[in-house]
């Protein structure tokens, strides 16, 4: 039964996001964005609040959505910027559904935390409506850019040079 009602969450959220439902925007730029703490593909947890004192790129995606596949090696180059600017990456999957396929394309899993929002809370936090989305946040925590869809790496790039001077 638990795990019925897990996949009608999960469906539910994945319904709403490809046909953008939800009417809630999530925290718009210049305020502060909501706390989580999520688990991750390797076990471990990963906390919003562990960041503080540094950019981070928050990007959601869904394993269910080819588009991940397309979008891992944009952010591995985009993680190669960290130590210049300071930053991290948290791509967080709306679903953990096809967890498996993720793990056979990514043996050696990504170089940032790949979080699972089982249930879709933080999404339905943030306000995401569609895959991707990708925000930038910067060292206090406040959401400073926003793009549905992956928006390439020079836009997220220009925003963290931006944000990431205090």
């Given at each position: 039964?638990?795990?019925?009602?897990?996949?009608?969450?999960?469906?539910?959220?994945?319904?709403?996001?490809?046909?953008?439902?939800?009417?809630?925007?999530?925290?718009?730029?210049?305020?502060?964005?909501?706390?989580?703490?999520?688990?991750?593909?390797?076990?471990?947890?990963?906390?919003?609040?562990?960041?503080?004192?540094?950019?981070?790129?928050?990007?959601?995606?869904?394993?269910?959505?080819?588009?991940?596949?397309?979008?891992?090696?944009?952010?591995?180059?985009?993680?190669?910027?960290?130590?210049?600017?300071?930053?991290?990456?948290?791509?967080?999957?709306?679903?953990?559904?096809?967890l498996h396929t993720y793990k056979a394309?990514?043996?050696?899993?990504?170089?940032?935390?790949?979080?699972?929002?089982?249930?879709?809370?933080?999404?339905?936090?943030?306000?995401?409506?569609?895959?991707?989305?990708?925000?930038?946040?910067?060292?206090?925590?406040?959401?400073?850019?926003?793009?549905?869809?992956?928006?390439?790496?020079?836009?997220?790039?220009?925003?963290?040079?931006?944000?990431?001077?205090?």
């Amino acid at each position: 039964m638990c795990a019925t009602a897990s996949r009608i969450r999960a469906l539910a959220l994945a319904a709403a996001l490809c046909v953008g439902a939800a009417a809630w925007a999530g925290p718009p730029v210049g305020r502060q964005a909501p706390d989580f703490a999520l688990p991750t593909v390797e076990g471990s947890t990963v906390r919003l609040a562990d960041l503080r004192g540094r950019p981070v790129v928050l990007n959601f995606w869904a394993f269910w959505c080819d588009t991940w596949k397309a979008e891992m090696p944009h952010l591995r180059r985009l993680a190669e910027h960290r130590r210049e600017l300071g930053f991290e990456i948290i791509a967080v999957s709306v679903d953990g559904a096809r967890l498996h396929t993720y793990k056979a394309r990514e043996p050696g899993g990504a170089p940032f935390p790949v979080a699972l929002d089982h249930g879709g809370a933080v999404s339905r936090a943030y306000g995401v409506t569609k895959v991707p989305t990708v925000l930038v946040l910067d060292a206090q925590g406040r959401v400073r850019y926003r793009a549905s869809g992956y928006p390439g790496n020079q836009p997220i790039l220009t925003a963290l040079r931006r944000w990431a001077s205090p």
